[in-house]
């Protein structure tokens, strides 16, 4: 199993062409992962992301897929590579790993605040081009998704012990 093994997802109520844009360019994967390596595109995959060969400070490969939903997209990252100079000690691996792993998670955040952002909370994502924003159920929503509207609609709350 390589030293760097990261798997993380995110949700961005974006449509991917716009997430492909920033996420799918390797000059932006090289300054995250960081000086010394060489990124090489060996799958182009469109709107669902690319593939990449990792050489130099890491060795390995790396893929950003994105997953269209009906209202936005997942982002996967995947990273698996070893560094060029190994760490000796299991402490200073987990190091390496994890920080691999922020460094790409702050990325894909920093990208969803700048493009998401505006958006509040529990509002629905801006419609892409070509497509009607979904109706909104009734009585369904942020508004109706409290715990007790849970419970309500669940039967009560008769088996959750008294916080008195």
Do not use: I, N
Not at 6 to 18: I, L, M, N
Not at 65 to 71: F, N, P, T
């Amino acid at each position: 199993m390589p030293l760097v093994d990261v798997v993380d997802q995110t949700y961005v109520a974006v449509g991917p062409e716009r997430l492909r844009a920033r996420l799918c360019d390797e000059v932006a994967l090289a300054a995250v992962l960081g000086p010394g390596l060489a990124v090489r595109c060996f799958e182009d995959r469109g709107r669902r992301g690319k593939r990449w060969r990792l050489s130099g400070a890491l060795d390995g490969t790396a893929e950003v897929w994105l997953e269209e939903l009906a209202e936005g997209t997942v982002v996967h990252v995947f990273v698996q590579a070893d560094p060029s100079r190994s760490p000796r000690s299991a402490r200073a691996r987990r190091r390496v790993e994890e920080r691999y792993h922020q460094a790409l998670s702050r990325w894909v955040t920093s990208v969803r605040d700048e493009l998401d952002g505006s958006r509040p909370v529990g509002a629905a994502p801006v419609p892409r081009a070509g497509r009607a924003a979904p109706a909104p159920a009734s009585g369904t929503g942020p508004e109706r998704d409290s715990v007790a509207a849970r419970s309500e609609r669940a039967g009560g709350l008769d088996d959750q012990p008294d916080d008195e």
